[in-house]
């Protein structure tokens, strides 16, 4: 007589994501009524964000519909790439060596592709990018090089570019245009909270494009692929931005002097390096292992549903960024940094520390999102503190190599060669995420420390 197994579908509320969407569009819109800042400034417009001089204001509608563009293009990417794994009949391993050697083939080009980036100026950076995602687009559509390692490689590559350029890009034009610094500070929580919005589009995008039929397969790509287009034309097009940016890294003298300078012998610039890197390994480690972690013992739960709300838990810790930012917060910006290094250092440690049933999974992981979507924001605010402009592309782009080189050790090591187990390398994410809290705290008692001391003289 045969034994008939059920298995038990684990399934998320209705409710979830609309609830956090909900909290999060709540704590934008609502903002203006409960800040001074916005308040006094926010005269006669209808949207409270419409803050700052004419010009200013239409770059950066531009700017953040572009962003949204090439956001949308890194989400096909990344929601389409398993699939495409499985489809070219890679096993998880075989993607993780594949992962790892080519985060290892583009830690020297992605190295050195933000100092390129301080010496050819973002804009031209920022067209880089949309080069790297038009010719991925075009190599996958040779049947024949559609599994080939070079199309990760160059994603890759484009990745380290994205994470930097259209920061850079936005800052040097801030500058240019001579605005106030919490206009800057609103736009980083912006440009965080549409990235995640448009990361829950692109699989909607995605799922919409992508069948079984093998010639929609290079629908996502194509439709990238456009997006490239328009982004490159609207770049070259753009009257708001400079030609160049070379100008300002030898103001300063030589790059690589006010490289060491600058950010090699400044402590608080290096403990931003770190905590930089902390949160990249982290958040790259965290999306590659949560699917097969609330997967573990045969348990069933559809991963499609889940993802909307990792996100839109990002959305609601970005939406809360300027409600602890400014003279009216109820703390300091650095300690408010340090907390939610802490609460995502936690977060992680219980799920690398023991089983968890799935919902109490999702909700941890919902917190670590939401600790993510503070602490992107804030680390922008911190480096246009302590960091000069002209160095923002080469300093960004040294904390993702070292991000970039542990995740290579673990993921060969780890996933490839098996030394290591999952939750090893997320009890090492989590010290990592709360050693960087420990360093920002650290930084908030240097600055204090020199405040007193200049208040003394």
Same mark, same amino acid.
């Given at each position: 007589m045969g034994v008939v197994i059920e298995r038990e579908e684990w399934a998320l509320t209705p409710f979830a994501y609309p609830l956090l969407s909900a909290a999060a569009l709540a704590a934008v819109l609502l903002l203006p009524y409960f800040s001074a800042r916005t308040s006094a400034h926010a005269t006669g417009s209808s949207f409270p964000f419409d803050v700052g001089t004419a010009p200013f204001l239409r770059f950066r509608r531009a700017f953040l519909v572009l962003f949204s563009l090439a956001s949308v293009v890194e989400g096909i990417h990344s929601v389409f790439g398993e699939d495409e794994f499985v489809r070219c009949g890679l096993g998880r391993e075989q993607m993780a060596a594949r992962l790892a050697y080519t985060t290892a083939a583009a830690l020297i080009p992605g190295a050195i592709s933000g100092v390129i980036s301080d010496k %050819?100026?973002?804009?031209?950076?920022? %067209?880089?990018?949309?080069?790297?995602? @038009?010719?991925?687009?075009?190599?996958?559509?040779?049947?024949?090089?559609?599994?080939?390692? %070079? *199309? *990760?490689? %160059? @994603?890759?590559f484009a990745s380290s570019v994205f994470s930097f350029c259209f920061e850079t890009w936005l800052v040097l034009e801030h500058e240019k245009q001579d605005q106030k610094q919490d206009l800057l500070f609103d736009t980083f929580w912006l440009v965080t909270f549409f990235e995640s919005v448009s990361l829950i589009g692109s699989q909607e995008i995605t799922n919409v494009l992508v069948s079984d039929d093998d010639t929609r397969f290079l629908l996502p790509y194509a439709f990238a692929a456009t997006l490239s287009v328009v982004g490159i034309l609207y770049i070259r097009n753009a009257s708001s931005t400079s030609q160049s940016t070379s100008q300002h890294a030898s103001a300063i003298g030589s790059y690589q002097k006010s490289f060491f300078a600058h950010v090699l012998r400044d402590k608080r610039v290096l403990i931003l390096v770190l905590a930089q890197a902390s949160i990249h390994f982290s958040v790259s480690t965290f999306w590659f292992l949560w699917a097969p972690t609330i997967v573990a013992d045969g348990r069933y739960a559809q991963l499609s549903v889940i993802y909307p709300c990792l996100l839109a838990s990002r959305m609601l810790g970005s939406a809360g960024f300027p409600w602890f930012h400014g003279a009216t917060a109820p703390f300091r910006n650095e300690d408010s940094l340090t907390m939610a290094y802490i609460g995502a250092g936690l977060a992680l440690s219980i799920v690398a520390y023991d089983y968890q049933e799935i919902g109490p999974l999702v909700i941890v992981f919902c917190i670590f999102h939401a600790c993510v979507g503070f602490i992107l924001p804030s680390l922008a605010r911190l480096r246009t503190m302590y960091l000069p402009n002209e160095l923002r592309g080469g300093m960004m782009s040294f904390s993702l190599s070292l991000a970039n080189a542990a995740i290579f050790i673990f993921l060969l090591q780890g996933a490839h060669h098996r030394c290591f187990a999952n939750s090893t390398i997320l009890f090492l994410a989590s010290y990592g995420l709360l050693g960087a809290g420990g360093c920002i705290h650290m930084l908030r008692r240097w600055r204090k420390h020199a405040w007193q001391n200049a208040r003394s003289l």
């Open positions: %050819i100026g973002p804009r031209r950076a920022c %067209i880089l990018y949309w080069v790297l995602q @038009l010719a991925v687009g075009a190599v996958k559509s040779f049947s024949v090089l559609r599994c080939s390692w %070079i *199309n *990760n490689f %160059i @994603l890759a």
